[in-house]
T-cell receptor
Framework: DGGITQSPKYLFRKEGQNVTLSCEQN?????MYWYRQDPGQGLRLIYYSQIVNDFQKGDIAEGYSVSREKKESFPLTVTSAQKNPTAFYLCASSIEGYSYEQYFGPGTRLTVT | KQEVTQIPAALSVPEGENLVLNCSFT??????LQWFRQDPGKGLTSLLL?????REQTSGRLNASLDKSSGRSTLYIAASQPGDSATYLC??????????FGTGTRLQVTL
């Protein structure tokens, strides 16, 4: 089955620790995205990548970092610099850029205490 | 800056009723508009994508329309079922190739 996988489903970390969220897709999509979802707010774009070894900041990139070494993988690191990291994180992909339909993974809920 | 609004924030209807969810956007210069479904604690499932040149798209009991000039899109659900209960999100893709999401409409279909 083709799709997007995110792991783990739930993640707990202590404040001050960096944490990496995994996102893998086997859809052969060029573009991948990371979003953050908070209660009562729309999804907000953190980072996106339209091709391997290239990525751009979204609206709320501060305190986050990404890499795109392989077409299938787009891991997100939440650093200790992120002021309020507790949230639901969603990864998505599309064939090419934004004008194409985006497909989403199941999400990772990160809780930092 | 594109802003997307969805009204109402929550809606409860009895099973079998036809219903309309609304989505409005401030910048009419969009590539497309997408409707998604999200179940609690889950990711988003794409329902329909309407390109800027299209007026509507249909999939089963779902029909989405797009009126760029008025900055509006609607999602029509026919003969609602309890399994339709979820949060429905719309998102507009602007000329800057950025997807802007609304905050969603939480739908509950009761027996």
């Amino acid at each position: 089955d083709g799709g997007i996988t995110q792991s783990p489903k739930y993640l707990f970390r202590k404040e001050g620790q960096n944490v990496t969220l995994s996102c893998e897709q086997n859809l052969n999509h060029d573009a991948m995205y990371w979003y953050r979802q908070d209660p009562g707010q729309g999804l907000r774009l953190i980072y996106y990548s339209q091709i391997v070894n290239d990525f751009q900041k979204g609206d709320i990139a501060e305190g986050y970092s990404v890499s795109r070494e392989k077409k299938e993988s787009f891991p997100l690191t939440v650093t200790s610099a992120q002021k309020n990291p507790t949230a639901f994180y969603l990864c998505a992909s599309s064939i090419e850029g934004y004008s194409y339909e985006q497909y989403f993974g199941p999400g990772t809920r990160l809780t930092v205490t | 800056k594109q802003e997307v609004t969805q009204i109402p924030a929550a809606l409860s209807v009895p099973e079998g009723e036809n219903l309309v969810l609304n989505c409005s956007f401030t910048d009419s210069a969009i590539y497309n508009l997408q409707w998604f479904r999200q179940d609690p604690g889950k990711g988003l499932t794409s329902l329909l994508l309407i390109q800027s040149s299209q007026r509507e798209q249909t999939s089963g009991r779902l029909n989405a329309s797009l009126d760029k000039s008025s900055g509006r899109s609607t999602l029509y659900i026919a003969a609602s079922q309890p399994g339709d209960s979820a949060t429905y999100l719309c998102a507009a893709t602007g000329t800057a190739s950025k997807l802007t999401f609304g905050t969603g409409t939480r739908l509950q279909v009761t027996l």
